[in-house]
């Protein structure tokens, strides 16, 4: 089956500006999570989506968002960019109960801020 | 809160050899579990193997088993047989129950270069 698809693949965008990922889960997972990882930082958790709904929000600010369509795709906005939100950012895909044992990850959106 | 450490910041390993990558994870939830990825430089993690706070033996795939002592709180990451292609970035990372289950906690990871 077709793996988690993130895109774009490549970003470069200016400070100020603002940027939407998208990300593509694994068929029947019906949750998705964004990561950032950077140098400094390493991985760190954004947000959880499931069924549409947010369920769980990691300590970034209100400039990072996210959602959620019924066919469980998931979006991620950054607005109001700055230098320091480039990364990479990782989204993954799980079932999302209990008793899952997966959770698979995309390839990645590489941001670059200018 | 819950902490996932990894002490080995890098480490050299020769073709054909096993290697052990430890984790270390700090948890009060008795019920959580824990993953191993793998991340090549083009970025992508891939996942190698996962094990659940009440399974009862180590889990295996392949070349890659994972060494769970829980009450030393480990969950080292034992790859047999290096290949070349095993060269990466390997993170350890956790999830609890009392998280929403979507939620992983990562290691700052281990760079593992397989040499000839």
């Known amino acids: 089956k077709a793996g988690v698809t993130q895109t774009p693949r490549y970003l470069i965008k200016t400070r100020g500006q603002q940027v939407t990922l998208s990300c593509s889960p694994i068929?029947?997972?019906?949750?998705v999570s964004w990561y950032q990882q950077t140098p400094g930082q390493g991985l760190q958790f954004l947000f959880e989506?499931?069924?549409?709904?947010?369920?769980n929000k990691g300590n970034f600010p209100g400039r990072f968002s996210g959602r959620q369509f019924s066919n469980s795709r998931s979006e991620m906005n950054v607005s109001t960019l700055e230098l320091g939100d480039s990364a990479l950012y990782l989204c993954?895909?799980?079932?999302?109960?209990?008793?899952?044992?997966?959770?698979?990850f995309g390839q990645g959106t590489r941001l670059t801020v200018v | 809160a819950q902490k996932i450490t990894q002490t080995q910041p890098g480490m050299f390993v020769q073709e054909k050899e096993a290697v052990t990558l430890d984790c270390t994870y700090d948890t009060s939830d008795p019920s959580y579990g824990l993953f191993w990825y793998k991340q090549p430089s083009s970025g992508e993690m891939i996942f190698l193997i996962y094990?659940?706070?009440?399974?009862?033996q180590n889990a295996t795939e392949g070349r890659y088993s994972l060494n769970f002592q829980k009450a030393r709180k480990s969950a080292n990451l034992v790859i047999s047989a290096s290949q070349l292609g095993d060269s990466a970035m390997y993170f350890c990372a956790m999830r609890v129950s009392t998280d929403s289950w979507g939620k992983l906690q990562f290691g700052a990871g281990t760079q593992v270069v397989v040499t000839p």
């Open positions: 993954a895909s799980s079932l999302g109960a209990r008793q899952s044992t997966e959770a698979f």
């Open positions: 094990q659940g706070s009440y399974d009862q």
């Open positions: 989506y499931f069924s549409e709904t947010q369920r």
């Open positions: 068929s029947g997972h019906r949750s």
